[in-house]
């Protein structure tokens, strides 16, 4: 069975630093370059405290790993982008 690792997650958050994503098809996009039998989730998005990016967990069902992603939206422009992001 083919699942998500350590690796592979740092390949799928390479692709997606510096990149801007239509909002609609933000989660499919990142779903597609996941190389896993297994289903893949986006968490929901979250602020912190004195910063108004968004953070959003990247997670695979049943996995060890996932990614956190730093994003920008902007709902005017109805886009996202990932500004950082961390293999966890």
Same mark, same amino acid.
Request: net charge negative; charged share 30%; hydrophobic share 35%.
């Given at each position: *069975?083919?699942? *998500?690792?350590?690796?592979?997650?740092?390949?799928?958050?390479?692709?997606?630093?510096?990149?801007?994503?239509?909002?609609?098809?933000?989660?499919?996009?990142?779903?597609? *370059?996941?190389?896993?039998?297994?289903?893949? %989730?986006?968490?929901?998005?979250?602020?912190?405290?004195?910063?108004?990016?968004k953070f959003?967990?990247? %997670?695979? #069902?049943?996995?060890?790993? %996932?990614?956190?992603?730093?994003?920008?939206?902007?709902?005017e422009d109805?886009?996202? #982008?990932?500004?950082?992001?961390w293999v966890?």
């Amino acid at each position: *069975m083919t699942r *998500m690792n350590e690796k592979k997650w740092g390949e799928v958050l390479g692709n997606l630093k510096g990149q801007t994503f239509n909002l609609e098809d933000f989660e499919n996009d990142i779903i597609c *370059m996941c190389n896993t039998e297994d289903k893949v %989730y986006l968490g929901d998005f979250e602020t912190r405290p004195f910063n108004n990016n968004k953070f959003v967990g990247v %997670y695979e #069902e049943n996995g060890d790993n %996932y990614i956190l992603l730093e994003v920008v939206r902007n709902n005017e422009d109805e886009t996202i #982008e990932v500004v950082n992001g961390w293999v966890k």
